[in-house]
Nanobody
């Protein structure tokens, strides 16, 4: 069984910063892709940023110049540094991981429980 634990959400003023962290635990052979989605009421969940096992990354256009994603393969963690936050960044942020539990496993996606980020004055 695999679990993703998130931390770091909260309330921040426009222009402020937050740092989201996510740690995967359980039976894990390799995490292929790990990253963050976000969702607001009535909208589909959207990709914010992801990292690959070999160090590649994708960051959504809307946040590319403000958010930075990083990853520690040894600790199975991913971090999203969010600077210059705007009210439109307000959402529930979900960590996810596409991983293999064992060498012979097929890849499965796991989600964190979500953490609220609110940007407001």
């Amino acid at each position: 069984q695999v679990q993703l634990g998130e931390s770091g959400g909260g309330l921040v003023q426009p222009g402020g910063s937050l740092r989201l962290s996510c740690a995967a635990s359980g039976t894990i052979f390799r995490i292929n892709t790990m990253g963050w989605f976000r969702q607001t009421p009535g909208k589909q969940r959207e990709l914010v940023a992801l990292t690959t096992h070999y160090g590649g990354s994708i960051v959504a256009d809307a946040v590319r110049d403000r958010f930075t994603i990083s990853r520690d393969n040894a600790k199975n963690t991913v971090t999203l540094q969010m600077d210059g936050l705007k009210p439109e960044d307000t959402a529930v942020y979900y960590c996810y991981a596409d991983l293999l539990s064992r060498p012979s496993s097929t890849e499965s996606r796991y989600w964190g429980q979500g953490t609220q980020v609110t940007v407001s004055s």
